[in-house]
């Protein structure tokens, strides 16, 4: 079964750290176009990073100089180091794969669960 | 950045009905469009990629159309698990963005 297993949140002071994980199953991470959109309590979605296959990377200016995505080829998982947090990362954070159109961009046809980031005092 | 608007933002609606959800973006898009339904504590869930390809598994009744600035997701007849909530999202340009989202409630 295709499956993302996200795990790694919590609560997390201001100016703190915080690592994410994210287990797949059913499909390689390394070979996949895989990213990180994250959603904050009652609000929409917003993409946060990406790392392709090749592994070049991108991230949100929201997040830019203090999250960096990478990957663990031998355990098949995704990562998600934020650094700096702030109470405007509060959200819940989903890592997903995704589906490259012509453009070398995605939509996401596979989504974990999402696990819970809080920033506070 | 490409800003993306959906309207309405909230929709009542009884089974049956056909229902219509339409995005817009501030530059054109060409095709790169993808649709998304999400339930409360759920992750989303892709339904149509590319402005109008039917993601495998997801009913008929979902149906997609538009390409440029304007595209519309279209629930033919309302099925009491399409209760959800839907994001338009782009992915002609980084940063990737997402529509602010339609919820879909019971009339």
Redesign the interface.
Known sequence: EVQLVESGGGLVQPGGSLRLSCAASGFTVSSNYM?W?RQAPGK????VS?IYSGGST?F??SVKGRFSISRDNSRNTLFLQMNSLRAEDTAVY?C?RG?V?D?G?????I????TMVTVSS | DIQMTQSPSTLSASIGDRVTITCRASQSL?S?L?W?Q?KPG?????LI??ASTL?SGVPSRFSGSGSGTEFTLTISSLQPDDFASY?C?Q???????????TKVDIK
């Open positions: 990213s959109v929409g979605l917003e993409w990406v991108y949100a200016d989903f997903a589906e159109g453009r961009l995605a939509a996401f046809d989504w974990g669960q999402g | 060409s790169w993808a998304y999400q759920k992750a989303p869930k892709l990629y590319k993601e994001y999202q992915y002609n340009y980084y940063p990737l963005t997402f529509g602010p989202g």
